[in-house]
């Protein structure tokens, strides 16, 4: 299974298995990460599961699309890096990806 590592609100690294198929918002729900709350259940209609990707890994996710950026206008502290959580599907290409999950203040 891939890795997916997560850095919680407060620094904390946990670098935990994700079944393929799964987004890597329910990789994080399912594990109890810190900051990822998911308030839609991964329907792209809140922006509760925003993380900040590692830049060396944002050339190997699928493109952004319309409704996801829409979303993310709402997101506190949006950057260049911002992505929702629910709109990453988990593959072998993405073992080892970096995120940190972004405030919610």
């Known amino acids: 299974m ?3 590592i997560y850095i919680e609100p407060d ?3 946990r670098e935990l ?5 799964y987004s890597v918002m329910e990789g ?3 594990n109890g990460v810190e900051g990822i709350e998911a308030e839609c259940g991964g329907a792209c ?3 509760t599961c925003h993380a ?5 890994w944002l050339s190997k996710l699928q493109e952004i699309d319309g409704m ?8 506190v502290e949006r950057k260049s890096n911002s992505r929702l959580t629910c709109q990453i599907q988990v ?4 073992d080892g990806l970096v995120l940190t999950v972004a405030p919610a203040y």
């Open 2 to 4: 891939p890795r997916i």
């Open 11 to 13: 620094g904390t690294r």
């Open 17 to 21: 298995e994700v079944q393929v198929g």
């Open 28 to 30: 994080a729900t399912i």
């Open 45 to 47: 209609s809140c922006a």
């Open 52 to 56: 900040y990707i590692d830049e060396t």
């Open 68 to 75: 996801e950026d829409a979303m993310l206008e709402s997101a």
């Open 91 to 94: 593959s072998e290409e993405l």
